[in-house]
T-cell receptor, first 109, second 114 residues
Framework: GQSLEQPSEVTAVEGAIVQINCTYQ??????LSWYQQHDGGAPTFLSY????GLEETGRFSSFLSRSDSYGYLLLQELQMKDSASYFC??????????FGPGTSLSVIP | DARVTQTPRDKVTEMGQEVTMRCQPI?????VFWYRQTMKQGLELLAY????????DSGMPKDRFSAEMPDATLATLKIQPSEPRDSAVYFC????????????FGPGTRLLVL
């Protein structure tokens, strides 16, 4: 079967750093993506890792370890607007992506 | 500003009625995906197309759901007959294909079946 696991909820303080983990078991693996979704909105692409290591894009960084079937999204200098759901997604074939259950991040003052 | 568009944005219907949702992918994108999102099941892939050809519709209940791409600028998802358990947000997403990893999501159609 195919499964992705993420924590369901995370709470962090404004200005702090938070890490959202994702573990996966899939029949194919091309890479790991992260998407952000605000309440009532559509998912928007944040990052993609095909190779092991850390990718940095502004305040957001994403990490992948293919040998551990594990990745994480790191958000620094948290802002209130970062309160949203974050989904990891595994690209299992040339086009197909499977999404994780999502992590609801609450940023508190 | 290129974006995926979906119509209608909201739909309320009664059980047994036909529902048609439409999606216009970003011009030049050759892959189109239909997802369903519920609190219980999360984001589920229903079907996807590459160059208008259906590649995978294994996530879709075949007896009542159908997905088509009559042309490169229009994708449709139909439910006939609709049931209360179909109530969800349906997202369309498009991608540039060629192995590109980014999917661009439309605003979604919020469907409520009474």
């Amino acid at each position: 079967g195919q499964s992705l696991e993420q924590p369901s909820e995370v709470t962090a303080v404004e200005g702090a750093i938070v890490q959202i983990n994702c573990t996966y078991q899939t029949s194919g693996f091309y890479g790991l993506s992260w998407y952000q979704q605000h309440d009532g909105g559509a998912p928007t692409f944040l990052s993609y890792n095909a190779l092991d290591g850390l990718e940095e894009t502004g305040r957001f960084s994403s990490f992948l370890s293919r040998s551990d079937s594990y990745g994480y999204l790191l958000l620094q200098e948290l802002q209130m607007k970062d309160s949203a759901s974050y989904f990891c997604a595994v690209k299992t074939s040339y086009d197909k992506v499977i999404f994780g259950p999502g992590t609801s991040l609450s940023v508190i003052p | 500003d290129a974006r995926v568009t979906q119509t209608p944005r909201d739909k309320v219907t009664e059980m047994g009625q036909e529902v048609t949702m439409r999606c216009q992918p970003i011009l030049g994108h050759n892959t189109v995906f239909w997802y369903r999102q519920t609190m219980k099941q999360g984001l589920e892939l229903l079907a996807y197309f590459r160059n208008r050809a259906p590649l995978d519709d294994s996530g879709m209940p075949k007896d009542r759901f159908s997905a088509e791409m009559p042309d490169a600028t229009l994708a449709t998802l139909k439910i006939q007959p609709s049931e209360p358990r179909d109530s969800a947000v349906y997202f369309c997403a498009s991608g540039a294909g060629q192995g590109q990893e980014t999917q661009y999501f439309g605003p979604g159609t919020r469907l409520l079946v009474l």
